[in-house]
């Protein structure tokens, strides 16, 4: 990527006053650390921020700089620039009237590793070969020659890998590793990250994964796995991250082109998750006719509905 992108981003981020950083609804490990290692880099530079995310933090990730400064709604929307970071659609992050009604001088910088969706950005940093956003955000680091310390280094392996599963999902490139590699040489805590976001599950989850599992079904046609999770088969307590694990592990499933997850909402809408682990499969195209959006190997979309079990197998209704 033109490394002028990551100067002009660092000069548009150090001639302002008032920053807002936010991410997408029902965020995951790697949202939540490209936001947390921003606010450590604010927070360096002396620079007056506040922190966004529509839906409530997750817990398991609280050993993350920063985490605690999340907020879910702010009386005034008087900031200069707006950092939105890991959302593929900017209306994930659930900002559509601050956003369409902002004033002349607020101004956006985006930075993600999903297929670009709708274009508001003032400013664009995308890469969808990236494993994370935090590994776009590695490079910003280098480029601006910003020395990487510990706190910054745990973020950039947390996005890395929980948006890999752990370095087992297809996006995982040489150079993802290596810069996997590099943090753990910054400081990064490796056992603390995984026993974090990997090994900390829940009863509760475990029993979702199982309830998953027992209804797992090939589509002999397409050569295609499926699952459905009702929204009663969800407790509260089991969080996005841990139902988006379900997906990935599904993805090793052998002899398939992909599988999907179907997951009902509880406000009346169902929530897909495709996956793929296969060279020549782009789930994305799947994903895009039907609204959404993503990676060729790891994609969603949200539609309404609700879902149905008849003789003949699962329905939209």
Same mark, same amino acid.
């Given at each position: 990527?033109?490394?002028?992108?990551?100067?002009?981003?660092?000069?548009?981020?150090?001639?302002?006053?008032?920053?807002?950083?936010?991410?997408?609804?029902?965020? =995951?490990?790697?949202?939540?650390?490209?936001?947390? !290692?921003?606010? &450590? @880099? *604010? $927070?360096?530079?002396?620079?007056?921020?506040? /922190?966004?995310?529509?839906?409530?933090?997750?817990?398991?990730?609280?050993?993350?700089?920063?985490?605690?400064?999340?907020?879910?709604?702010?009386?005034?929307?008087?900031?200069?620039?707006?950092?939105?970071? =890991?959302?593929?659609?900017?209306?994930?992050?659930? !900002?559509?009237? &601050? @956003? *369409? $009604?902002?004033?002349?001088?607020?101004?956006? /910088?985006?930075?993600?590793?999903?297929?670009?969706?709708?274009?508001?950005?003032?400013?664009?940093?995308?890469?969808?070969?990236?494993?994370?956003?935090?590994?776009?955000?590695?490079?910003?680091?280098?480029?601006?020659?910003?020395?990487?310390?510990?706190?910054?280094?745990?973020?950039?392996?947390?996005?890395?890998?929980?948006?890999?599963?752990?370095?087992?999902?297809?996006?995982?490139?040489?150079?993802?590793?290596?810069?996997?590699?590099?943090?753990?040489?910054?400081?990064?805590?490796?056992?603390?990250?995984?026993?974090?976001?990997?090994?900390?599950?829940?009863?509760?989850?475990?029993?979702?994964?199982?309830?998953?599992?027992?209804?797992l079904k090939i589509n002999q046609q397409y050569n295609f796995?499926?699952?459905?999770?009702?929204?009663?088969?969800?407790?509260?307590?089991?969080?996005?991250?841990e139902l988006e694990g379900i997906s990935g592990f599904l993805?090793?499933?052998?002899?398939?082109?992909?599988?999907?997850?179907?997951?009902?909402?509880?406000?009346?809408?169902?929530?897909?998750?495709?996956?793929?682990?296969?060279?020549?499969?782009?789930?994305?195209?799947?994903?895009?006719?039907?609204?959404?959006?993503?990676?060729?190997?790891?994609?969603?979309?949200?539609?309404?509905?609700?879902?149905?079990?008849?003789?003949?197998?699962?329905?939209?209704?």
């Amino acid at each position: 990527m033109n490394a002028s992108l990551y100067t002009k981003a660092f000069t548009l981020i150090n001639s302002s006053k008032n920053i807002l950083v936010s991410t997408h609804e029902h965020p =995951d490990g790697d949202a939540l650390a490209s936001v947390c !290692l921003i606010a &450590e @880099i *604010l $927070s360096l530079l002396n620079k007056k921020y506040s /922190l966004y995310c529509y839906d409530q933090i997750n817990y398991q990730l609280n050993f993350l700089p920063h985490i605690d400064e999340f907020k879910n709604y702010y009386e005034s929307f008087d900031f200069d620039l707006i950092i939105i970071l =890991d959302c593929g659609d900017v209306e994930r992050a659930k !900002l559509n009237k &601050e @956003i *369409l $009604s902002r004033k002349p001088n607020q101004l956006i /910088l985006e930075i993600d590793h999903h297929q670009k969706m709708k274009d508001c950005a003032d400013l664009e940093i995308r890469d969808s070969t990236a494993a994370a956003t935090t590994e776009i955000l590695y490079y910003f680091l280098k480029a601006n020659k910003i020395k990487i310390n510990k706190d910054m280094a745990n973020c950039i392996l947390t996005g890395i890998l929980t948006d890999t599963g752990n370095f087992l999902y297809p996006s995982t490139s040489s150079e993802t590793v290596n810069i996997a590699s590099e943090m753990l040489t910054n400081g990064a805590k490796l056992p603390q990250i995984i026993e974090n976001t990997w090994r900390n599950k829940s009863i509760a989850s475990m029993k979702t994964w199982g309830k998953a599992m027992s209804r797992l079904k090939i589509n002999q046609q397409y050569n295609f796995g499926f699952t459905i999770l009702k929204s009663q088969d969800v407790p509260a307590e089991v969080t996005e991250e841990e139902l988006e694990g379900i997906s990935g592990f599904l993805s090793n499933l052998s002899a398939v082109n992909g599988i999907m997850l179907l997951r009902q909402l509880p406000d009346g809408k169902i929530k897909g998750s495709l996956r793929t682990s296969k060279p020549n499969v782009d789930v994305s195209k799947l994903a895009r006719a039907l609204g959404g959006g993503g990676h060729t190997k790891a994609s969603g979309f949200t539609v309404e509905g609700n879902l149905e079990k008849t003789a003949n197998g699962w329905k939209i209704e």
